[in-house]
Structure formats: C-alpha cells, structure tokens
C-alpha cells in the first residue's frame, strides 16, 4: 500500500507508542483539565503540528546533521529538558487558587503542547529509524509514502486525542469539586513533567 510494507503493523506501531506515558501525553491531559475539551484538542493539533514539522524534519536528513554536529543537538536536546524541568517546578510550587500554570486561551495550550513536541530532538532520530522499518524498497514511491505515513500519525493522533480529551473532562469535572485531590494531581503532573526533563537530559 503506497510502498509501506505491512501497513496494519505500521497502525498498531503508532498505536502503542500514542499509549506510552511522555510529556506529550502529560500536556494533553492537563491542558483538558484546565481548559476543557477546546483547551484539550488545542494541545492535540500542537502535538500533531510538531510531530509532523519533526517527521519531515526527519525525512529531510537532519538527523544526520545532528549526528555530524553533537553540539547543535545536545544543546536543543538540554533546552528542552529545561522547558520541561520549568513548567513542572511551576506546578509544584504553585499555591492553591493561584493562576493555572497553562493558560485556559487554547491558543496557548497549543503552544505549549507544539514547543514540549519541538524541543525534543530525540524524536527526530526516532523517526528517521522508525520510518525505513515499514518501507518497501521495491516499491517505494518516494514522499507520497512517507506522506500517507505522517497523514496516518496525524489521523492517529488526533483520534487517540478526542478520546483522551472526552475522558480526561468526564474525570475531570468530578475532581474539581475536591481541591485536595486536584492541588494533588497537580503536583504529581509538576513531579512528572521534571521527571521527564532529566530523563531527556540524561538520556544517550
């Protein structure tokens, strides 16, 4: 199908790496809490936007060019560790009726859910590995392959984000009423995001 050798296992691929826990999955989620299922679906298409400039980022070669200047990398890759090392203190130390850390306009949850996606360089050199897994050298048909492959992540993404939103509400307006466990899950999402920052920053 369109040069992509074995196409369902492409599928399934794009659809256990959407269930894995990661920044991206933290942003989506709290930015439905804050802001509601707009607020949620704004930090969707910011994902889909940067996976989609970092998957044509990848078929461009500059993973390569990362690989040939470590400096360039390591520093993109140390910025967004600091990003997310940032927004998590936030959420630790902020008080309880303080202004939400992610802004309820769904313009800025899609910032912040596009800038967590872009300063993550590792994702490039993912792509560039994942990509050549499911391509049929015999019959490859060059950037329409590669282009039915991000519309699919595209798709993929913006259904595995309706659902995620829609649930993530459903609990939400539930907790809401319970400062405690919401100050709670707060803080937890701040531990998290930190988490996160020096696992991108550590990571080899």
Do not use: E
């Not at 040939?68 to 130390?93: D, E, H, I, N, R």
């Amino acid at each position: 199908m369109f040069g992509i050798a074995n196409y369902g296992a492409f599928v399934a691929a794009i659809v256990v790496f959407l269930l894995i826990p990661g920044p991206g999955n933290l942003a989506l989620v709290t930015s439905t809490t804050k802001g509601g299922i707009r607020g949620g679906l704004a930090a969707t298409a910011g994902l889909i936007v940067g996976d989609q400039v970092l998957m044509w980022t990848a078929v461009a070669g500059v993973a390569a060019l990362l690989a040939s200047y470590p400096v360039a990398f390591t520093a993109v890759q140390w910025l967004g560790a600091a990003y997310l090392a940032f927004l998590g203190a936030k959420m630790l130390l902020a008080k309880a009726g303080s202004a939400p850390i992610l802004n309820i306009r769904p313009s800025h949850f899609f910032r912040q859910a596009l800038a967590i996606t872009l300063l993550n360089p590792k994702a490039i050199v993912f792509y560039m590995a994942f990509f050549p897994l499911f391509v049929d050298p015999t019959r490859h048909q060059g950037l329409v392959s590669f282009g039915v492959m991000a519309f699919t992540i595209a798709t993929l993404t913006f259904a595995y984000g309706l659902v995620a939103c829609l649930l993530t509400h459903f609990l939400a307006a539930r907790m809401r009423a319970n400062p405690t466990v919401s100050g709670a899950l707060n803080k937890l999402a701040g531990v998290f995001l930190i988490g996160f920052g020096v696992k991108l920053a550590l990571s080899k």
